[in-house]
């Protein structure tokens, strides 16, 4: 008879797994405690327009054909991928910089900015390379367990190639000087979520992602791959059940043998936590079988939140592009105020996502469809009249860039903060994506997928293996899957 598997948590990292285990046969059953499936990738009609709540950034399209792939099929067959130009906007107080989707025109924008970056950018481009080839196809598929993992005489050479232990920071300043190239280079690693001090220098492997193989939009916006994957895995057999959060587990001698949920009881043979792992330890298990304490967690450095907004306007807005970074601000200083000060910032870096340029199903005719989101330290207390005042403030700067007013046609307007991320997700402090990859908490150092004190319990997503962001988790699903499998040889 097949092993039963429950899944908490129906997000990009619980959909993998559930798939995964049920092509190799497993009985998967996936609680997910929201009325929609995909986690932090939901998505709300409201008014006419279309809003994805997360994720707007699709890098990395390799993962997810190489996902879609490992069941037969294609993402062609569930939407079509339009390659952004420009990719996205830098906006600095004095120049609006686009960055073109052809590296070459890259190049050209680099020695314009300042003179022989354009080579510094190929030779920074060449490496970065060989550490994304080497990390996603290698590294992220490391279950991270042991360090014998990393044994290999070949990988241990290439630690120091890969620059695992040296700073994000100082590799960026070893090739650039000008600070709107540092800006451009260094805001990748804001996704993240941590300091470029302290991100090691391997993650330059995001620059190539992000500068080399595009940046990209499924049409129909990004809760097309949630349902692409749901048609994907309800074909291998995957049950879901949405509005049923999982409450505890009863376990005898060390093993989960019901799990329980919105007041009834399923036997198991397994359980993923797919769910912010902080929940699934700190809430649903008794202390005796954590692997973390409260503590643990409050030590860990965890990548930022946010405060969001969900605006329609009632006209276009011809100045704005898909996506436009405001570093109109200092860096630094809002780094600061998330990672150290932990307060709510000053003056605000923001991002501004506007998919109706790209994709007419998201707005009304003749409107556009905005998402402000501004990172912030997590934990922060959130109220109505605190986000309003930020809103004021991005609603301002895009005045002041847009050069017209907009404010007025503001026709939908939803917030979403620290306070929203934990009632609607469990996320430890209103975290928005996970524990950050700092120098301390990469490979082995991040919690551990496996519970070391019940035997068939299992964690994935974005506080574990690998890390943070789509891709990362997509891929945190098919290791722990794997991992779980061993189990029943
Ligand atoms: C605003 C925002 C913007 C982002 N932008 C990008 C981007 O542009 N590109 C990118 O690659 N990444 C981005 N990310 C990060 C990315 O979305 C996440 O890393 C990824 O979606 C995490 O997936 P997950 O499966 O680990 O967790 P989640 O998506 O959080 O899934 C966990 C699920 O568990 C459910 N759950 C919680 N408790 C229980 C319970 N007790 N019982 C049952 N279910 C439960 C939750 O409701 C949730 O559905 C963004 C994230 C946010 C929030």
């Not at 397994?270 to 792992?277: E, F, R, T």
């Not at 699934?280 to 202390?287: G, K, R, S």
């Not at 200083?333 to 000053?346: A, F, L, M, N, Q």
């Amino acid at each position: 008879m097949s092993k039963k598997v429950a899944i908490i948590g129906s997000g990009f990292a619980g959909l993998s797994a559930a798939t995964c285990l049920a092509t190799k046969g497993m009985d998967v059953h996936v609680f997910e405690k929201n009325n929609q499936i995909g986690g932090r990738a939901r998505q709300f009609d409201s008014n006419g327009f279309r809003f994805d709540m997360g994720p707007s950034w699709y890098w990395m399209p390799d993962v997810f054909e190489n996902y879609f792939k490992l069941f037969g099929r294609d993402p062609k067959e569930f939407y079509d991928l339009q390659l952004l130009d420009p990719a996205f906007a830098m906006i600095f107080e004095d120049e609006v910089m686009d960055i073109p989707a052809d590296f070459e025109s890259i190049c050209d924008l680099f020695e314009q900015t300042e003179k022989g970056s354009a080579d510094q950018l190929r030779k920074f481009m060449k490496d970065a390379a060989y550490k994304y080839e080497k990390g996603i196809n290698d590294l992220v598929y490391k279950p991270g367990l042991s360090l014998m993992e990393f044994a290999d005489p070949k990988l241990i050479f290439d630690v120091f190639r890969l620059q695992v232990f040296s700073s994000f920071s100082k590799h960026v300043r070893k090739h650039f000087k000008h600070p709107k190239l540092i800006s451009l280079m260094e805001f990748p690693v804001l996704f993240l979520g941590a300091m470029p001090q302290q991100t090691p220098a391997l993650y330059s492997l995001m620059n190539y992602a992000g500068l080399k193989l595009g940046t990209w939009y499924p049409m129909g916006g990004f809760h097309k791959i949630i349902e692409g994957m749901q048609e994907v895995a309800e074909e291998a057999g995957v049950r879901f059940y949405t509005n049923e959060p999982v409450t505890g587990f009863n376990i005898k001698n060390n093993t989960i043998n019901h799990v329980n949920a919105n007041g009834h009881s399923m036997d198991v043979d397994a359980v993923i936590g797919a769910a912010d792992y902080h929940h699934v330890e700190q809430n649903l298990l008794e202390a005796k079988y954590r692997n973390y304490s409260e503590d643990y967690w409050d030590k860990r450095t965890f990548a930022p939140s946010c405060l969001i907004y969900y605006l329609g306007f009632n006209k276009k807005i011809p100045k704005l592009r898909h996506h436009n970074l405001f570093f109109d601000n200092n860096l630094e200083r809002h780094s600061e105020e998330i990672y150290i000060d932990k307060i709510w910032p000053h003056e605000p870096l923001f991002y501004a996502c506007c998919p109706s340029k790209t994709d007419p199903i998201v707005a009304p005719e003749g409107s556009e469809n905005v998402f402000l989101l501004m990172p912030i330290a997590p934990g922060l207390q959130d109220s109505e009249p605190q986000r309003e005042i930020y809103f004021n403030k991005m609603i301002d700067r895009l005045e002041k860039f847009v050069g017209e007013p907009i404010r007025s046609n503001v026709v939908y307007k939803r917030s979403y903060c620290v306070s929203n991320f934990v009632n609607d997700y469990n996320a430890y402090k209103g975290n928005a994506y996970g524990l950050a990859n700092t120098l301390r908490q990469t490979a082995i150092l991040k919690p551990s997928l496996k519970s070391k004190k019940v035997k068939n319990l299992f964690f994935t997503g974005q506080l574990t293996v690998p890390g943070p962001g789509v891709p990362p988790s997509l891929i945190s699903g098919q290791v722990v899957a794997k991992e779980l499998m061993k189990r029943f040889k």
